[in-house]
């Protein structure tokens, strides 16, 4: 059993005049776009500046992208998913390469999957960049034409100090893991400030199961990981294109992938990071609007977002926009379909991500890459058609390139979190087990896999081997012997058919999370 410790960040009254500085306008600017990166500032306007402040440059913001500006406004930090730079897109030192070299490679320097890096705030100027990613091993092994496809394996963080190099910036912890050797969705990942107003929880989902990650970042140190486990969904389709968030108050998450057709939902608590009241709601068809499909339906899933007030929940399709309103029990008038395509079937781009502007609007990006537009929602918090849909109404400035008018295209919006919510009222205080350890280890060998009997562990420190069903109740446990590992065995005879999970603690910490299919012959 873990040691429990409190953690008081400073004094309290320090620590209040503190927790003010997450009210900024961290989310001012958003950085955007394929080889002609756009701005968007939020400056209380009725309609957010877009500006193309860069020259033509080989960076992509297409996917994978997060930034985060100063509390003034500024913009100090963009991240491709790969790298880190300073608000004119110079690399910050140390801040290129922040995944393995295979998956760079691969995919040209910058990351397409959808939220695949964000970046959180911590006081004196420290801010840290969170990537998942996939290790050397997982991308030569599973991604060639003859295998499916490769997960991540890897939930890797990344410390940036901004006082360093005379305010140039620089990465003073690189590539540290979270999590290794694991099944994680490739999107999929959100952060909630915690209910103190100045650290922060990082939520990840796996893959396969309905499991979630939970980390927590204090300005001095990140523990975890915290596990929780739900029954449904298992968002096993393929997960290039989804998306994970909070309400604005922090207390609802969900969560959908792409070809779920399923959305979860849960109460989330922002001072012991616990999700409850678990439901998972099924997408329902609405019509494609295409003239040359009308017999055709789209129940597709590929992003969401709550509405600033938290009443309702946006869904995205690949080609429809749709409103569950959460207080509203009538299957009959609960859902809202939005929006069809905003533009003819032979341009339509498809919808992907959507996120909130500090404008109280939501922005929807598109998965092709190949406009120059978004469409907005302009008034969220209303119910069915009285939201209002503008299509392709956040337009991008075109420019002239060897004398031709040129545009350039833009995929989604950047991932962040809501940066200026503030601390509970009460305020709570994080109480938590020991820091996290990133102490690399040999990988945990489980076999065999389905198993109607013993199951044999090889392990490479001692500690604790936890199983448990998919409502996270234990039922079975073993004690692994020895500093340097060993090989152990657990009849699992009188489990009943079915999925469990297997947990390899070492130090008290989780190390390994692996699924287990229990059958009886």
Not at 101 to 107: D, G, M, S
Not at 138 to 160: C, K, Q, V
Not at 168 to 182: E, H, I, W, Y
Not at 432 to 447: C, K
Request: charged share 15%; glycine share 10%.
């Amino acid at each position: 059993m873990n040691r429990k410790i409190w953690i008081l960040l400073c004094f309290f009254t320090l620590l209040e005049l503190n927790v003010s500085a997450q009210s900024g306008k961290w989310g001012n600017i958003w950085v955007q776009g394929d080889n002609v990166i756009f701005t968007t500032t939020f400056n209380g306007s009725s309609v957010p500046v877009n500006q193309w402040p860069y020259p033509m440059t080989q960076l992509f913001f297409h996917g994978g992208n997060s930034n985060i500006c100063d509390s003034a406004g500024n913009l100090i930090l963009v991240s491709d998913g790969y790298n880190i730079y300073d608000r004119n897109l110079a690399l910050i030192e140390g801040g290129d390469t922040l995944v393995p070299n295979v998956i760079y490679n691969r995919y040209d320097g910058s990351s397409v999957v959808q939220q695949s890096s964000i970046i959180l705030p911590f006081p004196n100027g420290i801010y840290r960049l969170i990537t998942p990613t996939a290790s050397d091993s997982e991308m030569t092994n599973w991604l060639n034409p003859n295998s499916g496809r490769a997960l991540f394996d890897l939930l890797l963080y990344n410390e940036i100090d901004m006082n360093a190099n005379g305010g140039a910036g620089k990465v003073t912890k690189r590539m540290a893991p979270l999590l290794q050797n694991v099944k994680l969705s490739k999107t999929q990942m959100m952060a909630c400030l915690h209910g103190d107003g100045q650290s922060w929880w990082l939520l990840k989902q796996a893959s396969d199961t309905n499991m979630i990650y939970k980390f927590l970042f204090t300005a001095d140190s990140v523990y975890g990981p915290y596990v929780q486990g739900f029954p449904e969904p298992h968002f096993t389709k393929y997960d290039i294109c989804g998306q994970a968030m909070f309400s604005a108050d922090g207390t609802k998450y969900a969560a959908t992938v792409q070809g779920a057709y399923k959305v979860f939902i849960a109460d989330f608590d922002r001072c012991s990071g616990m999700l409850s009241n678990p439901k998972v709601v099924e997408v329902p068809p609405s019509p494609y609007l295409n003239p040359g499909f009308n017999n055709e339906a789209d129940s597709s899933t590929s992003g969401l977002c709550f509405s600033p007030n938290g009443r309702f929940l946006y869904i995205n399709g690949f080609w429809s926009v749709r409103q569950l309103d959460l207080q509203d029990n009538n299957p009959a008038t609960k859902w809202s379909v939005i929006a069809g395509p905003d533009t003819t079937w032979q341009a339509f781009q498809l919808y992907s991500n959507i996120y909130p502007g500090p404008d109280g609007r939501l922005y929807i990006g598109n998965w092709g890459g190949l406009q120059g537009q978004m469409s907005v929602i302009t008034n969220p918090d209303a119910k069915g058609s009285a939201a209002g849909f503008c299509p392709k109404c956040l337009r991008f400035p075109g420019f002239l390139f060897r004398g031709v008018m040129t545009f350039g295209s833009v995929t989604n919006p950047p991932c962040m979190p809501n940066y200026s919510l503030g601390p509970t009222n009460p305020i709570c205080y994080p109480t938590v087990s020991v820091p996290h350890e990133p102490t690399p280890l040999a990988p945990l060998r489980i076999y065999p896999n389905p198993v109607s009997g013993m199951l044999y562990v090889e392990y490479p420190a001692s500690g604790q081997l936890e199983i448990s069903d998919m409502t996270s109740r234990k039922v079975a446990s073993l004690t692994l012997p020895g500093k340097d590992g060993g090989k152990a065995s657990l009849s699992l005879e009188r489990l009943p058919a079915g999925v469990f999970v297997c947990r390899y603690f070492v130090n008290g910490s989780l190390r390994e999370l692996r699924k287990i299919i229990v059958v009886h012959e």
